[in-house]
C-alpha cells in the first residue's frame, strides 16, 4: 500500500515562492514515477510536471517550465515542486501521485493523471496580488 502526503502549500502573495513536498509511507518512493497536478475551483485537474523513478527524467505543463522545478530526493523518501513566481492563476489544490514502474519498464515520466493509482490528499496553494 502506497500512502503519499503533501505539504507546503500557502498563501503567498504574486512573484513569491514555494516549495511542495510530497512523502510516502509504506512502498519506497523509489518504485514510483511521481506526478504533480493541480485543480483550481471551478476547473478541471490539470497536469503540472512529472519526475521519473530515478530523478533522471522530468516532464512539465507547456508554459511551466522555467517557473516550476520538480525534483527527487531519495533518501528523504520525497519529492519536491519549486514553484517561483507564482501568480494568481497558479491558486489551486495541488496533489501528488504515484505511479508503480517497474525497473525494467525503463525511466519513464507519466503525465495522464488516469495512470496514476495513488493520490494525496492535496495541499492548497493560494496567490494573491
Known amino acids: 500500500q502506497v500512502q503519499l502526503v503533501e505539504s507546503g502549500g500557502g498563501s503567498v502573495q504574486n512573484g513569491d515562492s514555494l516549495r511542495l513536498s510530497c512523502t510516502t509511507s509504506g512502498r519506497a518512493l523509489g518504485v514510483l514515477t511521481v506526478g504533480w497536478f493541480r485543480q483550481a475551483p471551478g476547473k478541471d485537474r490539470e497536469f503540472v510536471a512529472a519526475v521519473s523513478r530515478s530523478g533522471g527524467n522530468s516532464l512539465y505543463s507547456e508554459g511551466l517550465e522555467g517557473r516550476f522545478t520538480v525534483s527527487r530526493a531519495s533518501a528523504e523518501n520525497s519529492v519536491y515542486l519549486q514553484m517561483n513566481n507564482l501568480k494568481s492563476e497558479d491558486t489551486a489544490v495541488y496533489f501528488c501521485?504515484?505511479?508503480?514502474?517497474?525497473?525494467?519498464?525503463?525511466?519513464?515520466?507519466?503525465?495522464?493523471?488516469?495512470?496514476?493509482?495513488?493520490w494525496g490528499q492535496g495541499t492548497q496553494v493560494t496567490v494573491s496580488s
Open positions: 501521485a504515484g505511479k508503480i514502474v517497474p525497473s525494467w519498464s525503463g525511466d519513464t515520466v507519466v503525465r495522464t493523471a488516469e495512470e496514476y493509482s495513488y
